[in-house]
């Protein structure tokens, strides 16, 4: 009885250790997502000369070498993940920005809604001209020198983007004086 007692125990601690130990590295960064969705948003799969050439697009463009496989794996996971989300009853909650950007590149490649993907496209071709978070990860890779430059300019752009708003600001306030006065 006791070596039956004993022989449970060393089983539920195994158990236990092994549930403890399903911990997996991630493959693909949040980073790669976004590249590989926006790259296939950029580029049109029929018209690709080859499957090779798609891969040797993505193989450079991200943070590794994934392989063929892993590569498909994951283009067929985000398309089953957004199709679920798509799909579902309910409105689709983000519990980070990342999964709001994810979902909304992957409406613009996968969506059964073509008319709202076609009055969009202005936004899509703007995130794939500047996706300020992806820029803002990369910029860790510079040296010192490099980064100095970058934010100078990036402070310069920041300044602009306020001068800008604020002039906006001015013109509405402006425009609502003058709808005040006017019989």
Known sequence: MEKEIKCWKQASSSLKAANETKFFKRLFSEDDEVIILQGLAGTDLNSASSHSDIYSYFKSQLSFKPTRTQLRDKI?????????????????????????????????????DKEES?????????????????????????????KAEFDERWNNLKLLEIKFF??????????????LKSP
């Open 76 to 112: 067929c996971k985000l398309k089953t993940k957004f199709k679920n989300k798509e799909n579902s009853k309910f409105p689709p909650i983000f519990t980070s920005s990342h999964e709001q950007k994810i979902f909304d590149l992957s409406k613009k490649l996968w969506s059964n």
């Open 118 to 146: 076609e009055e969009s496209d202005i936004e899509l071709s703007e995130m794939l001209l500047f996706d300020v978070d992806v820029f803002r990860m990369r910029r860790k890779l510079l040296d010192r020198t490099k």
């Open 166 to 179: 604020y002039d906006g600001l001015a013109l509405f306030k402006d425009l609502s004086d003058l709808l």
